[in-house]
């Protein structure tokens, strides 16, 4: 099946925050379809392959990613596969090879240090909900959602405040993330509350903060990401935020103690 590229739409990105890979791939049956999966292009050192590595750390093999020069190293995607377990040499080759019968582009946005934690800015968009979050390669696959009008544009911002106390909580200490969301562009009726999915570069902030724990003899890392659930009429707002995330240090620095 030739693989297709698509432009974001409300039901691929509602697929792609329901779905979560939760078990290694090999797992369960000869063959299995997945749908929506996270993922970032790299160049398989073996072959030089273009391959997609998905959050369980496999790599997806799939020849439509050589044949389109657009896809490049680098690149965020979502991806939907299948893959016949029974023909896999993965202990060789060192990917999983797999039928990409589409593949959609993610946008990628930096993370950004800045004294401010959340305020109202112009066009301003609340955010509903943060349901999932996918780490992978040093990219921060951020699943949201908020109500927009049909083909709308808007910019993302991810930041983080070097210098705000890190508060204890239940023997965690948690650093805060920020997220927001500011439309760019109007769309057109009708309104939608599609899910949307952008990757943010958190390897320099992430790999600080692990610095920070790892000095303080801790090997866990937590933080949680606020965002503008509500605006009022006066401009005040509510603000809403994902439970706490946990993960090791080793991971973030790549080390193994």
């Given amino acids: 099946m030739k693989m297709k590229r698509l432009r974001m739409t409300t039901l691929t990105v509602l697929a792609s925050a329901m779905v979560l890979l939760t078990s290694c791939l090999g797992e369960g ?36 990613l050589d044949s389109d020069a657009s896809i490049q190293p680098g690149d965020c995607c979502l991806i939907d596969m299948y ?41 301003e968009q609340m955010i509903y909900d943060i349901p999932s979050l996918n780490f992978i390669s040093n990219k921060l696959f951020v699943y949201s959602q908020h109500k927009e009008q049909t083909d709308q544009k808007n910019t993302y911002r991810l930041t983080y405040n070097p ?6 909580v239940d023997g965690y200490r948690i650093y805060n993330f920020y997220y927001s969301c500011q439309k760019v562009q109007d769309g057109k009726s009708p309104e939608i509350t599609p899910y949307h999915v952008n990757a943010f570069d958190v390897e320099y ?21 606020n965002y503008i659930k509500t605006i009022n009429a006066d401009s005040s707002f509510v603000k809403g935020a994902t439970q706490r995330i946990t993960w090791d240090v080793s991971s973030i620095l790549g080390t193994s103690n």
Avoid: M
Wanted: hydrophobic share 30%; net charge neutral.
């Fill in 205 to 225: 902030v992430l790999k600080q903060i692990a610095q920070k724990e790892k000095a303080l003899g801790n090997d866990k890392l937590s933080f949680k990401i």
């Fill in 29 to 64: 049956g000869s063959e299995t379809s997945l749908y929506g999966i996270a993922g970032v292009v790299e160049s398989q050192p073996l072959t030089y392959k273009k391959v997609v590595r998905i959050s369980d750390g496999s790599l997806i093999y799939s020849p439509g």
């Fill in 83 to 123: 893959i016949d377990y029974s023909v896999q040499n993965v202990e060789q080759l060192g990917y999983y090879a797999a039928t990409i019968s589409n593949y959609v582009d993610v946008d990628k946005w930096p993370t950004s240090s800045s004294t401010d934690s959340l305020k109202v800015r112009p066009n």
């Fill in 163 to 168: 210098n705000e106390e890190v508060k204890e």
